[in-house]
């Protein structure tokens, strides 16, 4: 679907998307059956080319965050620092755009990686070699918890562990991202929102951002209660919010998990209807957060389930009609560099 774009001069650093190239892996997929497995499976790479035709697709996209998603690892490292070449791979592809051969955006300005926090202390060695390897760019990590008992809900690719987040080794490892001043994005599930919640409160210095707006759910066992699960999520997500060193991530409803839409991939849904859909989530938690502590992502490529990137933030500008200029300013760019350490892309 084409559409003309809304407010094309209003700054975005979009703090959340990924890169990857699956082509050699697909074959390990099991026939792609469940939602977010298809929607990968028709789309196996994202790398600099189709992240730079997205953000020169109309929207003023003057910088980027990219997200750990287990993609470029090294091969033949030991593996617990098989991680490193994730950062490595995305900070050339940063020094690509920085180059300004391509335009004034800077893609991948900031970098994601991803440690595993259950290896405790030793958890530190492979944060300092992250940063390394990316010593301008490199922002902290991602350890991703997300678990469901169904296992229609995630499907094949995912494998966190139950209660990670309360994990007393995790713990142990989530410690030294506040030695070294980095910041953590978590990911998982509405029903899990409990154990983020705890993490925060015992953390209470660590800045954390939660992605996707806390995941409400839409499929396997969850499909047609998202209604009916309203009220619990939103509860979570307030309780949430009381925590100052918590912000919020405002997107991840295109994904075939939460089922808005439910069809894809980019199911042809204009911006109206898609920001209808995802008006009670959005508005829940910036009343929560403020824009101060909300930021508009991307999530793509998986976001292009629901949604092509023009159409995306398209999406969200309407949702954001009616608020100030200095709204608009924190919950598209402002947030986002401040968290990420990207005030320099402000001017």
């Known amino acids: 679907m084409s559409e003309a774009i809304l407010e094309p001069e209003l700054p975005i650093i ?17 026939e792609p059956h469940h939602h977010f497995v298809a929607s990968v499976a028709r789309s196996p790479y994202y790398t600099f080319n189709e992240l730079h035709a997205d953000l020169t697709s109309g929207h003023n996209v003057i910088g980027t965050v990219f997200m750990e998603c287990g993609a470029f690892y ?29 335009g004034a955006g800077r893609p991948c300005a900031a970098i994601i990686g991803h440690a595993d926090l259950t290896r405790g202390s030793a958890a530190g060695a492979v944060l300092d070699a992250l940063a390394a390897a990316a010593p301008d760019r490199f922002r902290g990590i991602r350890h991703a918890a997300a678990w469901d008992a169904d296992p229609d809900v995630l499907g094949p690719p995912f494998h966190a562990p139950a209660g990670l987040y309360l994990d007393s080794k995790f713990r142990e490892g989530f410690a030294e991202l506040g030695k070294r001043g980095l910041t953590f994005d978590a990911w998982l599930l509405e029903p899990q929102l409990g154990d983020f919640l705890s993490l925060a409160k015992a953390f209470p210095d660590q800045p954390i951002v939660l992605d996707h707006c806390g995941t409400p759910l839409g499929m396997g066992s969850y499909h047609g209660k998202l209604h009916e699960r309203f009220d619990t999520w939103r509860a979570s997500i307030n309780a949430i919010a009381e925590c100052p060193n918590v912000s919020v991530k405002l997107g991840g409803l295109a994904m075939s998990f939460a089922g808005m839409p439910d069809h894809g991939p980019e199911a042809g849904l204009s911006s109206e209807v898609l920001a209808a859909m995802w008006r009670p989530y959005i508005e829940t938690c910036i009343e929560a957060f403020g824009p101060d502590r909300a930021m508009f992502e991307s999530n793509y490529p998986v976001d292009k389930w629901g949604a092509s990137y023009p159409v995306l933030w398209n999406a969200f500008k309407r949702l954001t009609l009616g608020a100030s200029a200095d709204e608009k300013r924190a919950l598209y760019a402002g947030t986002a560099a401040r968290f990420y350490g990207l005030e320099y892309l402000l001017g």
Do not use: C, I, T
């Open 14 to 30: 979009d703090p959340h998307h990924h890169l990857w190239d699956l082509r050699p892996v697909m074959g390990a997929f099991p």
């Open 74 to 102: 090294r091969a033949g490292a030991d593996d617990a620092l098989k991680v490193v070449g994730e950062v490595e791979y995305v900070n050339g592809v940063a020094a690509q755009g920085a180059s300004g051969l391509y």
